[in-house]
């Protein structure tokens, strides 16, 4: 058995481990972008993530792992309609896209002729069908080609990759969660692609000297003895994995208030960020660490932790500087809110005391 360095062994770097699991838990909020240097623990995060998360139940001998309580392709769909349609259960796995991947390569060959009669058998799948209900990574985002981004993220939006060729139209499901990688040494995204990542986080090298022996200490440890060293963490990794399943459980239920809504329209409003795409990412991200944390409803710091990830890379900004959220004037805007929230909180006091004292007289 080849063992995979634990998730929960990885020292600091608690921003991108956080964001790899609300993605984990909601994967609509469209993937993270992680920045930074080589040598972060950015790929050993990803691997980790894999090993942690709890197998998927797949049609089996599915080529695109359909999921048979969900959306199917269309060989699925006629094997539930004669009833012949088996399931077995599978670990979720990374899948790297090469930077030299062609079109071809990413969404699958079609032959036009066979098509025509055999539908989507005639499909050869691609890196987006065995990409489905598992991570799909990308290893220096920035180096890919445009066109090969913009193709991954419309089939991460909608779930679907679509192939069309001389008027044939050949569909399956591909959803997954999407990690891009990048040293922004090497340059950086066009800001069109920046906004279809749902969060972005920054890494750096650890520079507290306890915290980088401890590092040497588990690498070492772990190359030594593998299996010791999983089973050591063994407790922890499963703790994590019930905490993530138990937020998958809640996440439907949890609720956001229009005050709340509002607060956050307002914000990206404020600092200039033109795109919905924002709005309904902070609101997928602040209810998916609601349900992290056991909670029905979204909480106003919340909100502020779910801005701090996906805000950052949608802020306008001059050639060549970083993206980097303006936290001034969103703590402002926070104390603003919550003073607000407070008074307001207290006038409905005063009127509940009011009722009962006009209630007492009669």
């Known amino acids: 058995m080849q063992y995979i360095y634990p998730f929960t062994a990885i020292v600091g ?7 790899l699991i609300l993605n984990a838990i909601n994967p609509k909020i469209g993937g993270v972008l992680i920045r930074g240097e080589k040598g972060t623990a950015k790929s050993t995060a990803v691997r980790a993530l894999a090993d942690l998360l709890p197998e998927i139940e797949i049609v089996e001998g599915c080529p695109f792992n359909c999921d048979p309580n969900g959306n199917l392709c269309d060989i699925c769909k006629e094997k539930k309609k004669r009833g012949e349609l088996k399931t077995t259960k599978k670990k979720m796995k990374v899948v790297n896209l090469p930077i030299g991947a062609t079109e071809d390569r990413v969404i699958g060959t079609l032959d036009i002729e066979k098509a025509i009669k055999e539908g989507i058998k005639a499909l050869e799948p691609g890196i987006l069908a065995e990409a489905n209900r598992n991570i799909l990574y990308i290893d220096e985002v920035n180096l890919l080609d445009d066109h090969i981004i913009d193709v991954l993220l419309d089939a991460a939006a909608m779930g679907w990759n679509i192939i069309e060729r001389e008027g044939v139209k050949i569909k399956h499901p591909s959803r997954f969660i999407l990690v891009g990688t990048m040293n922004p040494e090497e340059g950086e995204l066009r ?172």
């Open 13 to 19: 770097q608690e921003k991108m481990k956080k964001a």
């Open 191 to 362: 800001p069109q692609i920046l906004d279809r990542f749902g969060l972005m986080v920054d890494v750096e090298g650890l520079n507290d000297v306890k915290d980088r022996v401890e590092v040497i200490k588990r690498v070492e440890e772990f190359n030594e003895n593998p299996e010791a060293f999983y089973k050591k963490f063994e407790e922890e990794q499963n703790k994590l994995r019930e905490r993530i399943i138990k937020a998958r459980e809640l996440l439907n239920k949890v609720e956001i208030s229009d005050d709340l809504l509002e607060f956050i329209s307002k914000v990206c409003i404020e600092l200039g960020i033109q795109t919905n795409r924002a709005d309904i990412t902070v609101v997928r991200t602040a209810k998916a660490l609601a349900a992290y944390n056991g909670r029905t409803y979204v909480t106003i710091d919340d909100v502020k932790e779910a801005m701090e990830l996906a805000l950052p890379h949608r802020m306008r900004r001059k050639p060549f500087e970083p993206p980097q959220l303006n936290k001034e004037k969103l703590e402002q805007m926070i104390n603003e809110f919550k003073q607000q929230n407070n008074k307001d909180n207290e006038e409905k006091e005063e009127h509940k005391d009011d009722d009962v004292k006009k209630n007492m007289m009669k």
